[in-house]
């Protein structure tokens, strides 16, 4: 699956929106990939992950487990662990609280592990869910995502394959264009936002 592919298949699910958004890292864009547009149609989400699961096996070899980070990981981890033939988990916040691994999920000694996102922007999340991971007994020997939105310049701290990159704008709130200041602010993630 090409780059050209993925993006028409977020194309006619609907998953490319317009507008004024605030992301999960408080960055303001005016572009949002709605994934959750995609992951509603099984049939979908199974081929963009498992052209996921192909770049993975081949850059990090063979795969044991998926962790994700809560809520827009959960299902693209699920699925491309189903085609690498791995487990998948996730990691989740308590309010307030940093990314963890509950519910007894663990990475056992022994095994490997990808860390899968679904959307890459500054790579926060990304961060946040691989420092939850490093007192595992196995090892994560690499990261993945459908879309790195940052144009490649997102740093995990270890190599990212993203079946597709794109370098969109975001600004600070204190430094909106006067088109995106405009419209209100729709904010459709699930981190919190600060309070104020
Ligand atoms: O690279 P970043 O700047 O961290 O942005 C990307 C993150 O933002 C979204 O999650 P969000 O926190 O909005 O919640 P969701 O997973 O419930 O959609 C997305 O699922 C990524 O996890
Ligand atoms: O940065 C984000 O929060 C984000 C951007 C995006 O395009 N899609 C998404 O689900 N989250
Ligand atoms: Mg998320």
């Known amino acids: 699956m090409t780059s050209d592919d993925v993006l ?5 699910a609907g998953a490319l929106l317009e507008g004024h958004f605030v992301l999960s890292s408080g960055l303001h864009s005016a572009v949002f990939l709605q994934k959750m547009a995609i992951f509603t149609d099984p049939v979908r989400t199974a081929r963009v992950c498992g052209a996921l699961a192909e770049r993975i096996e081949a850059q990090y070899g ?12 959960i299902v693209p981890g ?3 662990a189903r085609a690498l033939g791995a487990k998948a988990i996730f990691v989740e916040r308590d309010p307030g609280k940093p ?8 990475i056992p000694k022994g095994a490997r ?3 899968v996102e679904d959307i890459v922007t500054t790579g926060l999340s990304s961060r946040e869910c691989l420092a939850a991971l490093t007192q595992e007994p196995g090892e994560v020997v690499g990261a993945a995502c459908l879309i790195d939105r940052s144009g490649g310049k997102a740093d995990l701290g270890m190599p990212l394959v993203a079946l597709v990159t794109l370098d969109i704008p975001n600004y600070p709130a204190d430094q909106l264009p006067p088109e995106l200041a405009a419209i209100p602010a729709v904010k459709p993630g699930s981190r919190a936002l600060p309070a104020g």
């Not at 028409?8 to 006619?12: G, K, Q, T």
């Not at 063979?62 to 990981?73: L, M």
Request: glycine share 10%; hydrophobic share 45%.
């Open 99 to 106: 990314f963890a691994l509950r519910r007894g999920f663990t």
């Open 113 to 115: 592990a990808v860390m």
């Open 8 to 12: 028409a298949e977020f194309r006619s």
């Open 78 to 80: 699920y699925e491309t």
């Open 62 to 73: 063979q795969v044991d487990y998926v962790v994700s980070p809560a809520i827009g990981g």
